[in-house]
């Protein structure tokens, strides 16, 4: 009988605790709490030692937890205990602050290979990785056996753009454009888009 699968609300808290425990090891700290996390978090404590159940134990009652420990675990459960390498789809504005933004790296991840349609960046290099053509994506990214994908492409081309993505092998696309795509099962999205957040927001701010 297989177990239980872990909420996927869950696993998306995971790299809030991840990220609190590389700040606290940057600190000098050794030690911490279910409820030193909650405090940075705003996430009850209860369920911080909920969440990190579903895992193993990782602590005792009256010590804590080694944030050295917990946090190497943290990353054996979410893959990043290795470095992943993720192709860059879309060089406008937004692709290009994405390739140059160093922080992917510590985390885990590492932008290898960049596409774009337009014949004046194609041949360009950011970071020393040249833009390559969108004709050449899927025989690429399927010779390096690629498996993430971040894409800020234009609406209108988002969903082709998918789709081929998932056809060269790629699992999980991390999707900047501003529409929903269908990919099938098996095939993991996560959406960024900062104008539903605003919305979100602004629900809360009463009028002048």
Avoid at 9 to 20: E, F, Q, T, W
Avoid at 76 to 101: C, F, K, P, S
Avoid at 165 to 191: D, F, K, M, R, W
């Amino acid at each position: 009988m297989r177990p239980n699968p872990v909420p996927d609300i869950v696993i998306g808290r995971l790299p809030l605790y991840l990220r609190a425990l590389g700040q606290m090891k940057a600190e000098g700290n050794t030690v911490t709490s279910s409820h030193e996390l909650a405090g940075r978090l705003g996430i009850s404590s209860a369920q911080i030692r909920k969440d990190l159940s579903q895992f193993g134990e990782f602590g005792k009652q009256g010590t804590g937890y080694n944030i050295a420990f917990l946090r190497e675990q943290i990353q054996r459960i979410l893959g990043v205990d290795r470095t992943w390498d993720v192709a860059l789809i879309g060089l406008g504005d937004l692709g290009r602050a994405l390739a140059h933004y160093g922080g992917f790296l510590r985390r885990g991840f590492q932008i290898c290979a960049l596409y774009d349609t337009d014949p004046e960046k194609i041949g360009q290099s950011i970071r020393d990785m040249p833009i390559q053509s969108m004709e050449t994506m899927a025989a690429d990214i399927r010779r390096k056996n690629i498996k993430i994908a971040m894409l800020a492409v234009p609406l209108s081309a988002a969903q082709e753009v998918v789709d081929e993505l998932v056809g060269a092998g790629v699992v999980a696309i991390l999707n900047y454009a501003p529409t929903s795509i269908t990919v099938p099962e098996g095939v993991h999205v996560q959406q960024i888009d900062p104008a539903l957040h605003l919305q979100h927001m602004t629900y809360y701010i009463k009028p002048d």
